[in-house]
């Protein structure tokens, strides 16, 4: 599982770098942010909306986690 969450943090925050250099034309994205996702070194993932709604940890802590900042 933790090879899964290396490579998903490392997806998201690619996407988040290229969301960001091209631009929307419209809409919010929502950079989130988890500091206990790998091992308390905090991860980051886009969401379309304002909720928390984590995937590092599933069920267990689905709303552990912040919105950082919101991308337009």
């Known amino acids: 599982m933790e ?3 290396k490579t998903y943090a490392a997806l998201s925050n690619e996407l988040i770098a290229l969301i960001k ?3 929307m034309k419209s809409g919010e994205l929502y950079v989130d942010f ?3 996702a790998l ?3 905090g991860a980051n993932w886009i969401s379309n909306h ?3 709604s984590n995937p590092y940890f ?3 802590m ?3 986690g ?3 900042e919101t991308i337009n």
Do not use: F, Q, W, Y
Request: charged fraction near 45%.
């Open 3 to 5: 090879h899964n969450e």
């Open 21 to 23: 250099k091209e631009g």
């Open 34 to 36: 988890c500091p206990m």
């Open 39 to 41: 091992n308390d070194a």
């Open 50 to 52: 304002k909720e928390i």
């Open 58 to 60: 599933g069920k267990k």
């Open 62 to 64: 689905l709303d552990c």
């Open 66 to 68: 912040e919105v950082k």
